[in-house]
C-alpha cells in the first residue's frame, strides 16, 4: 500500500489529529495520577474517570474536518450496533422504573464511544508514529518500575498508595502486608497492560534497532525485570509468558525474532541474577510466592485459579444466557459506575467476568449479536496478524501478542483496560497497514525483461 501524498492543508489537518491521539496516549498512562493525588474529592476523582471522553470526541470532530475518519465496513456495523443500544438502552429505562438513564448512557459510552478510534489510528498513523509511541513507551518504563519499586515498599496507608476514593482507599492487596503497586495508573490492571507494551517494544527493538539507542533498550530492560515479582500479580506473569509464547511462534518464520527472544530471555536471567543481590528484589520475590503459596493453600491451585477461571468464564455466560431477561437487566449495570450510582456502594451487582456481565446487561439475544461481532473482528486482527508475521513482520503478532486473548473477553468496563484494549488495537491495525507497505529504504521492484519469440512463418515454409 503505497503512502497517500495530500495537500499542505490537509496534512496540516491530519498531524492534529495526530497530536490528539498523543494526548489520549498520554493520558491513557498519567490519568491514573490526576484521579489519585490530584483530586480533592470523590466527585473530583469520579469526574476524572471520563477525561479522555471529551479527547476521544475532539479527535473524531478533527478527523472528520480532514476527511479522515473511517468508512469501513466494520465501522457500518459499529453504527448498526450502536443504533440496537441505544433503542435497547430507550427499552431498559422505560420497562424498569428503578434504573437511572446516567447507568445506560455510561453503559453505552462504554461500548460503543471508543471504538472508532481504533479504525482511525491506521488511518493517521505511519511508522514514525508507531516508532515514537515505542519510543516513549520505552522512555517511560525506567521511571514508571522506579514509581512502583518505591510504593511496594512503602506502607499500605501511605499517600503514594491512595486509591482513587478519597481519604482512607488503599490499593489491593498482594501478600506480608504489601500492595500491588499501580505506577501511575488507578490501580495494576493498567500497570499490568502498560508494562505488557513495554515488553512488545522491547523484543520489536531488538529485532529493528534503528529507532531506539541501546541505552533505551537497556533501562526498559531492567525496569521490566524489576516489576516481574513486586508486580505481586500472577495474571501479569501469565500474560507475560504468553507474550514469550507468541514471540517462539513468530520466530518460527522470522529467524531474528527466534534469537532475539532466546537472546534476551538469557539476558534476563542475568539481569534477574543480578538484581536478586538487592533487597527490594528479594522481598518482592518472597512476597510473590508466599502469595502463590497461599492461593493454593486456600485451593487456588493452578488448574482451579488459571484453567478453571478461564474457562469457567465462558461457562458462566453460557448458563446465565436462558435466566437473564430478554432486554438484561442494564446497559452499564455490572460495571463500578452503574454500582455506585445505583446502590451507592462499589462492587459487582451483575457477574464479575466480561462475557457473564455483558449477557446480564444486554439479554441474550443483544450479547450473542455484541460478542459474536468482538469475536469475529478478533479472529480477523489474528488472521491479518499472522499473515504479516510470515512476510517477515512481526510487531504487528507481538502487539497482538501483548493483549492474548483480551480481545475476546478482556474487560471493558474499566475505563483504562478500555483504553489500552482500545490503543493497543489500533497500533495493531497500524502495524498491520504498515506491514503491507513497501519499506522505505527499499529497492523497486525490477522489471521483467520481455524476450521476443523468433516467428516462424506459416506453412513451415
Known amino acids: 500500500m503505497p503512502r497517500i501524498r495530500h495537500s499542505p492543508a490537509k496534512t496540516q489537518k491530519i498531524d492534529r489529529v495526530r497530536r490528539w491521539i498523543y494526548a489520549y496516549f498520554l493520558l491513557l498512562i498519567f490519568e491514573g495520577m490526576l484521579r489519585k493525588w ?6 473530583v476523582s469520579s469526574a476524572l474517570l471520563i477525561v479522555r471522553d471529551p479527547v476521544v470526541l475532539m479527535i473524531y470532530f478533527l478527523a472528520w474536518k480532514a476527511g479522515v475518519f473511517p468508512k469501513s465496513k466494520y465501522m457500518k456495523v459499529w453504527a448498526a450496533l450502536t443504533v440496537i443500544f441505544c433503542f435497547l438502552g430507550v427499552l431498559q429505562v422505560f420497562f424498569n422504573s428503578w434504573l437511572r438513564l446516567v447507568v445506560v448512557l455510561y453503559g453505552i459510552r462504554t461500548y460503543c464511544l471508543h471504538v472508532p478510534l481504533i479504525f482511525l489510528m491506521p488511518r493517521v498513523f505511519q511508522r514514525e508514529d508507531l516508532h515514537r509511541i515505542g519510543r516513549w513507551t520505552l522512555l517511560i518504563a525506567g521511571p514508571m518500575a522506579f514509581l512502583m519499586a518505591a510504593q511496594f515498599l512503602l506502607p499500605p496507608d501511605s499517600f503514594i498508595n491512595r486509591g482513587t476514593f478519597g481519604e482512607g482507599s488503599e490499593q489491593i492487596g498482594a501478600a506480608l502486608g504489601r500492595i500491588r503497586p499501580a505506577g501511575t495508573f488507578s490501580y495494576g490492571t493498567g500497570a499490568t497492560s502498560f508494562n505488557l507494551l513495554v515488553a512488545a517494544f522491547l523484543l520489536y527493538s531488538c529485532v529493528d534497532r534503528t529507532w531506539v539507542s541501546g541505552r533505551i533498550r537497556l533501562v526498559a530492560a531492567v525496569a521490566f ?26 520466530g518460527t518464520f522470522k529467524p531474528r525474532l527466534l534469537w532475539v527472544t532466546l537472546q534476551g530471555a538469557a539476558f534476563g536471567v542475568a539481569i534477574f541474577a543480578l538484581l536478586s543481590l538487592t533487597s527490594v528484589f528479594r522481598e518482592g520475590l518472597l512476597t510473590f510466592s508466599t502469595r502463590w503459596v497461599e492461593a493454593i493453600g486456600t485451593g487456588g491451585s493452578f488448574n482451579e485459579s488459571i484453567v478453571q477461571r478461564f474457562f469457567g468464564e465462558f461457562i458462566g455466560a453460557f448458563n446465565e444466557l436462558g435466566t437473564t431477561p430478554v432486554l438484561g437487566y442494564g446497559l452499564g449495570l455490572g460495571s463500578n459506575v452503574g454500582s455506585a450510582l445505583t446502590s451507592w456502594s462499589i462492587g459487582f451487582l451483575l457477574g464479575e467476568s466480561e462475557w457473564e456481565r455483558t449477557v446480564m446487561e444486554m439479554g441474550p439475544v443483544v450479547a450473542v449479536l455484541w460478542l459474536g461481532a468482538r469475536c469475529g473482528f478478533g479472529l480477523l486482527l489474528y488472521r491479518r496478524a499472522w499473515a504479516c508475521l510470515r512476510r517477515g513482520q512481526a510487531l504487528p503478532w507481538l502487539l497482538l501478542g501483548t493483549l492474548g486473548t483480551a480481545f475476546f473477553n478482556g474487560i471493558t468496563q474499566q475505563p483504562t483496560a478500555l483504553g489500552f484494549l482500545v490503543f493497543t488495537t489500533g497500533l495493531c491495525l497500524t502495524a498491520i497497514k504498515v506491514a503491507r507497505s513497501p519499506q522505505p529504504n527499499a529497492a523497486p521492484p525490477r522489471k521483467k525483461s520481455i524476450r521476443l519469440r523468433r516467428l516462424r512463418p506459416a506453412g513451415g515454409i
Open 38 to 43: 490530584g483530586s480533592l474529592n470523590f466527585l
Open 225 to 250: 525485570v524489576l516489576i516481574l515479582p513486586i508486580s505481586g500479580s500472577r495474571g501479569f506473569v501469565l500474560s507475560c509468558g504468553i507474550l514469550l509464547l507468541f514471540a517462539m511462534i513468530g
